[in-house]
Nanobody, 124 residues
Framework: QVQLVESGGGLVQAGGSLRLSCAAS????????MGWFRQAPGKEREFVTS????????YYADSVKGRFTISRDNAKNTVYLRMDSLKPEDTAVYYC?????????????????WGQGTQVTVSS
């Protein structure tokens, strides 16, 4: 079992930056592919980015490529999402997720553990 707790969300103006963190429990964090998803009101949960267990492979949705950066610190059991040049359309609840499968994986059903989510609101 893996428990995930996100933090770092908040309100930011368009063009600003935020860094989300996701702390994981357990001693085997490095075996999990970690992903970030987001869900805006009235919309389905969508893939944002993922990172392999070693941190050597990353994938991004086209909508965030070049603006968001995923990273992980396996010694701290934490994955991060750095978000720059934020846009109002980035407003959503952001979820951290863990999967026992290797990347590339971008479907909700491929992830086995989920955090509770953190709200990100970008004002125009």
């Amino acid at each position: 079992q893996v428990q995930l707790v996100e933090s770092g969300g908040g309100l930011v103006q368009a063009g600003g930056s935020l860094r989300l963190s996701c702390a994981a429990s357990g001693r085997t964090f490095s075996i999990y592919t970690m992903g970030w998803f987001r869900q805006a009101p009235g919309k389905e949960r969508e893939f944002v980015t993922s990172i392999s267990g070693s941190g050597g492979t990353t994938y991004y949705a086209d909508s965030v490529k070049g603006r968001f950066t995923i990273s992980r610190d396996n010694a701290k059991n934490t994955v991060y999402l750095r978000m720059d040049s934020l846009k109002p359309e980035d407003t959503a609840v952001y979820y951290c997720a863990a999967s026992v499968w290797g990347p590339p994986i971008s479907k909700v059903q491929d992830y086995h553990y989920w955090g509770q989510g953190t709200q990100v609101t970008v004002s125009s």
